[in-house]
């Protein structure tokens, strides 16, 4: 148990948590965005950071500290949080960007952990390999065996109150990554940054990155806070927190700005391309693309900075509210129609639907049914795993229509695409209750299909008849033979043909 | 050829206009937004709509005016631009709205166009017959008899330099809305209504709303500037673009305000239901929830409402350089997920493919595929239409590997789903240039073989061999007998053993 991360709520792997930074005497709620600040740029200061966009923690690097003597001095002499002028949670990292950029730094994990120690950092991290992705699995390994003695080295050093990351490596070896996860959820360290996910993003591998980081997820305990190390694209956020990650640092808003890129939810455009600002930002709202452009370098590259936070931390403002409302999903699938890669990660999480199906809370406000790709969600696994749960007996009804007056049947259960059968007495219970659209696809009648084929595994004994609303022919076929399938339509007939065939009896009877 | 309305630059049947008002003095760039202004209720002044809105055209109500003493001789002494103070357009309506919902009014076209005329209005309004959705087709009729009877009312007045609406109405009737279109666009009058799509919005019929806007538009020429008569919630504004709706008016900005609702491109929230602001307006990045709920009344009315309005016009803002970018459809996917409802509407679109296809331009930046649905997008229609003008010619491999090198076909074309087949010059052409997720979904490999018969409808004389790379099952069975359907792998393998035996005959000859 790790006592300085509490969760509050949570939607599918998604949650609410509260972040315990003893150092700074601060707690901070995740999902939380730390921006990046360099110590040579200022380009919005950390002062303005926590007091306009409300960031409760930012991160910044010491090596960079380390290596500049004017900022070391000072970060000696002052403190990170005077020389920075911020009152929240800071953490460093620790040269291992450089490490991997340039090929070789010239620290340990000891001796930096002890700078950052003595710079008076929040959260640390340690000299780890961020491994890139595709290299041959003996690298991999190998590297994980550094970064693995990296955490060992760390947790030998006497850090007091700070927090200490511990990176899950592995690149793209799912089964690396899990058992990098479970290493480091087995070490004394506090926080769990899944690294060397940037490269995967920056080449649009979003599927790739969904398993790498659903893999470290498995290795790691529910109660572990995860950083998703190097991003913060408001992009690719609402999907990262349904995974399962906490923390996410963005360079981006700054980096960005320098080079005339606005970042949206739906991705990243050039200010020289565009004729409208489609944002409700204040500098949107103030200024028109021609204003911007005519502002001076600096001006405008400030002045994009805060565009990109502004909608980086109103996107996380947007998951948590959706955490509230148990509506994450349908935002991870709006933003999985901002760019084909972004489906790609999308579909990615739905291979992991058994894993999420775990932590996604069984009761929720509303089910919308919202395209293909909502008949594969973890409710609907849910439902059918469930099916061993109920019992059916005897001639049973299974019907999208309504309850038939005769007595032909001892009972009739309700049919509902994506979910299949279910007694009429949970009509009322999430997540049967779903919205679906009058235009459903066949993803969501073969999935009812495979519904009645689950009920009928579990119910040898009864007999069961399906009277379907016009299923289309791919999901008839998922429909055991044992089950007698009839449309609608038939069924109605049939009834009310048997009901006055049961009224002439009668009527010779007398 | 309507001389007011001219159109920039296109998008699906979405368009950029400028709509010149003669009587303002004033050229309305369109899409646009017509806050709806109750001269009765100051909830934001018309000043602040025109200075921090940016709103070019607003639209109020004549008889309310007319029937209020004070509010009438007022707007008769000093004109409605200077009574409300506003400098852009002003349309006003004429009564129908009170004429449905209370069954009669006071009025009739020739009086009411007389005296929005005396008031200063700019595009005035007739008395039409707003029909609801559902009536009997005789009552859709007999409606739409005093509909075409109050515009040839309309244009026996003489109006002068003000415009005037013609509306479309119909009920639910497909054909009656495209009758109605015909015969508005046929009039002399200027700005054409899509009237009584409110009920079906407000019972989330998006589907039905399509399908009547569709069928209007049918009717009306492509050059007539149509508004979507009470349509103004931001969810639903990129989906009614892209159906060719240029004006927009919206009055829940303003009564939602009323009663605590808080308006997102997702849908509505309850201001009390929020734990977080999730957007990036002004209002949202000064205040917290806690905060807004603590303002008075008013207070709070009047700043939920200055955040419906930049939610408004900065969604307005985003497809209109989604139009410039020629990703309007893209934007429609995303907003369809906001609810099953905007599904239903969305697919209800793509019913309309042929509709859409005829006015989307044929090359764009980029296509992304992002759902199922992208399957269906015009430009596959279009591609599969345009396999007439293909000629393939003897012995032709369509292929998604690379060209083989032996010579045994002696064509080799590219297949790439959600496509078809295409000479490879073609390959850097729009939409083949589409980006998709490696994790495609089977609507997208159906539609390819559709292309494949498509081609070899058009082409019987050829002989045709596919190579695809592991397609379904439900998309090689719409591949024709007469291709030879291999694997890419079978392929790869056979050409390799062909090249082994050609090099080895040719050892003999030596």
Same mark, same amino acid.
């Given at each position: 148990?790790?006592?300085? +991360? ?10 609410? !948590? ?34 306009? +966009? ?54 340990? %994990?000891?001796?930096?952990?002890? +700078? ?8 640390? %991290? ?27 080295? /760390? ?32 070490? /004394? ?106 502002? !001076? ?166 007999? +069961? ?46």
């Amino acid at each position: 148990m790790r006592d300085h +991360f509490e969760i509050r709520d949570g939607d599918l792997a998604g949650r609410i !948590g509260r972040l315990t930074v003893p150092r700074a005497g601060v707690t901070v709620e995740t999902p939380a965005l730390l921006p990046v600040v360099n110590p040579n740029i200022d380009t919005i200061s950390p002062a303005k950071l926590e007091s306009e +966009f409300g960031a409760e923690i930012l991160i910044t690097n010491s090596y960079i500290i380390k290596k500049n003597d004017h900022l070391r001095e000072e970060a000696l002499d002052v403190g990170l949080h005077e020389m920075l002028d911020f009152d929240g949670a800071i953490m460093t990292d620790s040269g291992s960007f450089q490490l991997a950029e340039y090929g070789e730094i010239d620290t340990t %994990t000891a001796e930096i952990l002890q +700078f950052q120690h003595d710079i008076g950092t929040d959260i640390a %991290t340690p000299v780890d390999i961020p491994t890139p992705p595709d290299v041959d699995r003996e690298q991999a390994e190998e590297d994980l065996k550094i970064t693995k003695q990296a955490i060992a080295d /760390a947790e030998a050093v006497d850090t007091g109150e700070m927090l200490v990351n511990a990176p899950v490596q592995g690149s793209t070896y799912p089964d690396l990554r899990e058992e990098a996860g479970r290493h480091a959820y087995e070490s /004394a360290l506090d926080v769990f940054p899944v690294g060397a996910v940037v490269p995967m993003m920056n080449a649009y591998r979003y599927g790739d990155m969904v398993d790498a980081v659903a893999a470290a997820k498995r290795g790691l305990g529910v109660d572990a806070p995860v950083h998703l190390f190097g991003a913060g694209h408001p992009m690719m956020l609402a999907l990262a927190v349904a995974l399962g990650c906490d923390l996410f640092d963005s360079a981006a808003y700054a980096l960005y700005a320098r080079d005339g890129r606005y970042l949206t939810v739906r991705g990243t455009e050039h200010l020289e391309d565009l004729e409208y600002l489609p944002c409700t930002c204040p500098i949107c709202t103030e200024y028109s693309p021609d204003e911007l452009r005519a502002k !001076g370098e600096k001006t405008q590259e400030k002045l994009l900075a805060e565009h990109n936070l502004h909608v980086t931390f109103a996107e996380l403002r947007r998951i948590k509210q959706a955490i509230r409302d148990g509506d994450l999903m349908e935002l991870v699938e709006e933003r999985a129609r901002s760019h084909p890669a972004m489906l790609d990660g999308y579909r990615a999480l739905l291979d992991h639907v058994d894993q999420l199906e775990r932590e996604d809370p069984a009761s929720k406000g509303a089910f919308f049914y919202v395209s293909n790709e909502s008949a594969h969600r973890p409710e609907v696994a849910r439902h059918h795993a469930r099916m061993d749960r109920l019992t059916a007996e005897g001639n049973v009804l299974l019907t999208e229509g309504g309850i038939p007056s005769g007595d032909e049947f001892d009972d009739a259960w309700r049919v509902v695409p994506p979910f299949g059968p279910f007694p009429r007495a949970l009509s009322e219970t999430y997540p049967l209750t779903a919205e679906v659209p009058e235009r459903l696809d066949r993803d969501a009648y073969e999935q009812a299909a495979r519904g009645v084929a689950r009920l009928v595994e579990e119910n040898p004994d009864a007999t +069961f008849t399906l009277a379907h609303g016009d299923w289309p022919e791919s999901a008839l076929s998922a429909v055991p033979d044992t089950v007698a399938v009839e449309s609608l339509e038939e069924v109605t007939e049939k009834l009310a043909e048997t009901a006055k065939s049961d009224a002439s009896t009668g009527a010779e009877d007398e």
